[in-house]
């Protein structure tokens, strides 16, 4: 069995299983697309010729592959008028396989194949920030801990952090030695940031000192 379909401006012979090439058709690999403008039909002895199209029919196909032809160079000259244009032109087309040639307005029982969801990635849990699982680089003070959050740059977060290090009051941070900002820089990867902030002369005037 054979049909004759127009598509695109042009028309082509088809049958089951065979695999052409037509002007681009918006749909993605693996779909089905149903070219309604069938001109013939042909079994065996028998040839439907549509006027102009034949009553009922269609051709069921599924898109293998989007793609562009070879590139076409387009070269223009005006004579004596020192005019040249070069251009080159990469036709798209749609690759399908045409699996039902149906008459009579019957539907095509076959379905493309489902698309295959893309596998699952697993989400990994980034490593926590250096800090959060340390051993204590000071020693908490017996006094009341002080809101460090009031430290410009200090969120709850980096409170924690200075927190399980043992520095818990501003008047820690006051003291702080050149090895003190030191050891805090190298767990935290601060570079720096203590001093760059001045914590020590925020603290100060958070202590009331």
């Given at each position: ?51 102009p ?30 005019s ?45 920030p ?58 935290l ?21």
């Amino acid at each position: 069995m054979f049909a004759v379909i127009k598509t695109g401006g042009k028309q082509y012979k088809v049958a089951a299983e065979d695999v052409l090439r037509v002007e681009k058709l918006e749909a993605d690999a693996g779909s089905t697309v149903t070219f309604d403008e069938v001109l013939m039909v042909g079994n065996g002895s028998e040839t439907t010729i549509g006027a102009p199209t034949v009553e009922g029919a269609s051709v069921v196909a599924e898109v293998v592959d989007q793609g562009r032809g070879r590139k076409v160079i387009v070269f223009k000259k005006r004579r004596r008028q020192n005019s040249r244009r070069r251009n080159g032109h990469r036709q798209s087309f749609t690759m399908v396989k045409v699996t039902d040639i149906l008459t009579g307005g019957a539907k095509s029982a076959k379905k493309a194949a489902p698309k295959k969801a893309a596998p699952k990635v697993e989400k990994t849990e980034e490593p926590a920030p250096a800090g959060d699982d340390v051993a204590p680089l000071f020693t908490a003070p017996d006094a009341p801990a002080d809101d460090l959050k009031k430290i410009s740059g200090v969120g709850p977060v980096l409170e924690g952090k200075l927190n399980a290090l043992g520095i818990m009051t501003y008047a820690q941070i006051v003291n702080f030695t050149a090895e003190d900002i030191a050891r805090v820089d190298e767990v935290l990867n601060f570079k720096g940031r203590i001093e760059r902030d001045n914590w020590i002369e925020q603290a100060k005037e958070l202590a009331g000192e």
